[in-house]
């Protein structure tokens, strides 16, 4: 029996999120819960033939504090894409004020409802809103670092496909082999691709700014989509697929599957709280950071040291500035419920 409740399962994200995971047959109960139609995602998803019961849950008023915690109750897994998207010229950043208070609640209303589950953080900006979420744990004496994930995966998803393209292979088959760590905006989005010799060897035939280009694009690969969208938001089924994939590796996890990847999936993670805490001092201080994560009943049980991974000095530059924009972002979130009662 697997209950899976998603926060903001009528957005752009939260639908299709929501459907792939209907079609994951270890899921038993899918709650559904978003403050707009989530009665009708329910009805629709209800009639696909797979196992999960799908129930909605929308609030009856803006006090209802109940529902929330109804959908939430007994949950093994939360996935939180609820909050706005970026519209054209808006960083994600810009959605800080926004999207902290409704991670703040939704995350407040999980450590009452179902303290033990596993939680993944979609809402942006990641960097920042993963502090929260962990601040509002603490608070509530509550926080297993082990079980907090920021969603990172849509940088690897597109680091496979955007080199795929380039040296010419499967981007299916990079899954593993290359890894983005750091953080998910901007230049704090690192994708180490040095390590596996067969993919460092294809890099080095390139012109040096195709390499200069394929970073870039992973790093800003998310503009493409909110100007080609114009106005109407970000990405939403790529990352709902990307949402997924990690979803269904802690789903893995927790059914005890084999992870038949050389390199695991990354996660912005709390490195003290998951036994990272000298890879922490090493890179200079940040408390969250995505790393390669190795889940095991869903739950970190141990992680990859992106150094190991680190093959040339543009990659190991490309941390050190990560770690910059990361600081503030973090310290952002930790004092944004620091500063509330
Ligand atoms: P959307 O606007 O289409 O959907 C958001 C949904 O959240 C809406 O249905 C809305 O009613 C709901 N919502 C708002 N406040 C809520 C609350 N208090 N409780 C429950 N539900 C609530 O937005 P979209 O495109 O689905 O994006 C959602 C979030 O995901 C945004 O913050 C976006 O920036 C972020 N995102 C994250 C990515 C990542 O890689 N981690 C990639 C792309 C987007």
Redesign the pocket.
Known sequence: MTKVTV????????QPLSMLLKLNAQVSQLAL?????AAGVAADLSHINTPAQVVGYLPKSKDDKDT?KEALKGSDLVVI??????KPGMT?AD?FNI?AL?VR??VANAAQACPQAAIL??????NATVAIAAAVLKKLGVFNPRKLF??????SVRAETFLGGLIGEDPASLKGKISVVGG?SGDTIVPLIHFDKTIAAKVKALPEQAYKDFVHRVQFG?DEVVKAKNGA????LS?AY??YRFSEYVLNSLANKEIPFSIPESSYVHLLGIGASSLSQKLGGPEFFSVPVILRNGQVQSSLDPFSLVQTEQEKQMIETAVKGLLTSISQGTSFVEGLK
């Open positions: 926060c903001g399962a009528a957005g752009g994200i939260g819960y978003d403050i707009v139609n929330i894409p609820a909050g706005v998207p970026r994600r959605l999207n409704i609640d939704l953080i979609i809402s942006n900006p990641v920021g969603v990172t995966t849509l940088d998910h998310g938001g970000s990405a939403t990352m990307a949402g």
